[in-house]
Nanobody, 127 residues
Framework: QVQLVESGGGLVQAGGSLRLSCAAS????????MGWFRQAPGKEREFVAA????????NYADSVKGRFSISRVNAKNTVYLQMNDLKPEDTGVYYC????????????????????WGQGTQVTVSS
């Protein structure tokens, strides 16, 4: 079993930056493709960013391209989401997710692709 724990959320003004971290335990994250999703009140959980098992491939939602960056350090079993130029519409609970895949380079962009989820961390961007 895999446990994922997010950290780094908070309150920030529009234009500011935050870096989220996701620490994996229970199984080496090398076996998992990783991703970040977010959910705003009253809305469905949506894809934000994904990274392949070895970190060579990344994928982003159009709404965050050029502002967010996903990375991973497998030796630390940790995935990061650097968020720059934050906007009020980025507000929501951000979830880290891990998905089993045999591919070293695939990125997973759908909620149903993922097997493990963290508890979420709140990000609030004020205008």
């Amino acid at each position: 079993q895999v446990q994922l724990v997010e950290s780094g959320g908070g309150l920030v003004q529009a234009g500011g930056s935050l870096r989220l971290s996701c620490a994996a335990s229970g199984r080496t994250s090398t076996y998992l493709a990783m991703g970040w999703f977010r959910q705003a009140p009253g809305k469905e959980r949506e894809f934000v960013a994904a990274i392949s098992r070895i970190g060579s491939q990344t994928n982003y939602a159009d709404s965050v391209k050029g502002r967010f960056s996903i990375s991973r350090v497998n030796a630390k079993n940790t995935v990061y989401l650097q968020m720059n130029d934050l906007k009020p519409e980025d507000t929501g609970v951000y979830y880290c997710a891990g998905g089993n895949t045999g591919s070293f380079i695939d990125t997973l962009t759908s909620v149903r692709d993922y097997d493990y989820w963290g508890q979420g961390t709140q990000v609030t961007v004020s205008s």
